[in-house]
């Protein structure tokens, strides 16, 4: 995956989480796709790269929102420099290990946002539930990112 | 990089530039989805009904005011001085977008500085309030709803003229927004579907524009000094097509 693709796929993402509806049976929330664009860069770009890819994926998504500006790409940067330095004991096959990185970034995401929203007992079922959708989604982006990989022999 | 990060957070002209750089980057994208043939039939709809329902939306807007332009004249009727309901200067733009994240209620619409567009303007439709603009760009500008804990409308319950303080309750449990009226008179006697409406206090929101109606009321928890009041949005949230922004009123 080149850096090229990645911004692209930043730029796909944050639209496509301006764009999509909330998801009603779902008790309303949005789903967030750059915390598995982060993950897939964190597990398998160069770590620097990874980093400023986050950084602009936060800097992106703060631009499409009402939140204070750089308030995600401090979550995103944290969560990269946290998956970047344990990427030799982590196995970034197994689907696991991608839904667990997909969910803690949304998590770190989540906790930081609770700082400018607050912290109540709805919001954290809510941080859990949208935790394990971008965890699913992590899932999802390894195996079409992977397969497109073999497929068209993306680096 | 926190104390960078810090600092891109704060409101100065640097980050503000970053910011619409970033909104102007993303904004294509956003709009990309205007052009996938599923929903090609529904944009050449809505440009063909767009004069229509400008002048739809301003006048079921205008015919709202005027009926709280009645009630201010019976209780002012023997004042000569009192000034007629003002008219409103509007801008109608289209929702391109919605809030990127899950934390914070906002939309996107397809006008800025260009159109005349500024911060802090009301937004509204023909149901009611909607928000106020905020981070304007040239060509685009966010819309902070009401339904966001960090927005806040001055409001008046219609019939008992009870002022308050209404803005966003967030709550994860329900699809539909919450709004909360604070700061309501603990003595207020406050009937079930009342409507509530803008109070034009503060100077954002024009007075008379409806915000929603009265639910349930219960005295606030931590002081038990005033009530706090469920409000129902009269605004479907969830089908934001087209907005009015209000850019003068006079």
């Known amino acids: 995956m080149n850096t090229l693709i990645a911004i692209t796929g930043i730029l796909i993402a944050v639209a496509l989480q301006a764009r999509m509806p909330a998801l009603g049976w779902l008790g309303g929330v949005r789903l967030e796709f750059l915390p ?45 420099i946290v998956i970047t330095s344990l990427r030799e004991a982590l196995d970034r096959d197994l689907p696991w290990v991608q839904w667990s990185a997909g969910a803690s970034t949304s998590i770190v995401a989540s906790v930081i946002a609770f700082f400018a929203v607050g912290l ?20 999802a982006l390894f195996f079409a990112a992977d397969y497109a990989r073999l497929a068209w022999g993306f680096e | 990089m926190v104390g960078w ?50 002048e739809n939306d301003v006048l079921r807007q205008e015919v709202r005011a005027l009926g709280e332009t009645g009630r201010e004249n019976l209780r002012l009727h023997q004042l000569l001085d009192v000034k007629e309901h003002s008219a409103f200067h509007t ?32 937004v509204l439709n023909a149901d009611g309030l909607i928000g106020k603009t905020t981070s304007v760009t040239r060509g685009q500008a966010r819309v902070l709803l009401i339904t966001d804990q960090n927005c806040k409308a001055a409001a008046l319950l219609q019939d008992t003229r ?26 207020a006697k406050i009937a079930q579907g009342e ?45 934001l097509e087209e907005v009015i922004v209000i850019t003068k009123s006079e």
């Open chain 1, 36 to 80: 598995a664009v982060v993950v897939y860069a964190a597990l398998t770009m160069h770590r620097r790269r990874a980093f400023l890819l986050a950084l602009a994926a936060g800097l992106a998504q703060d631009a499409l929102s009402a939140a204070p500006f750089s308030i995600s790409a401090l979550a995103y940067g944290i969560s990269t």
């Open chain 1, 120 to 139: 109540s007992l709805g919001n954290i079922f809510k941080m859990l539930e949208v935790a394990s959708i971008s965890g699913v989604l992590a899932v």
């Open chain 2, 5 to 54: 990060i810090v600092f891109l957070g704060q409101p100065t002209r640097f980050s503000t530039k970053l910011r619409m750089v970033f909104v102007q980057l993303c904004t294509p994208f956003v709009e990309l989805g205007d052009y996938f043939p599923f929903v090609q039939s529904r944009r050449q709809l809505a440009r063909e009904n767009e004069r229509l329902r400008q």
């Open chain 2, 91 to 122: 801008v109608t733009a289209r929702v391109i977008g919605r809030d990127a994240s899950n934390w914070w209620r906002s939309l996107q619409i397809d006008r800025g500085s260009n159109d005349g567009l500024a911060d802090n303007m009301a």
């Open chain 2, 162 to 187: 009870e002022p308050g303080v209404v803005s966003g309750n967030p709550t994860a449990f329900s699809v539909s927004p919450h709004l909360t009226m604070t700061y309501v008179n603990r003595d």
């Open chain 2, 195 to 239: 409507s509530v409406i803008t109070s034009g206090l503060g100077g954002v929101f024009p007075k008379g524009i409806l915000i929603g109606a009265t639910a349930r009321a219960r005295m606030n928890r931590q002081t038990g000094m005033y009530q706090d009041v469920d409000v129902v949005p009269a605004v479907d949230f969830r089908r």
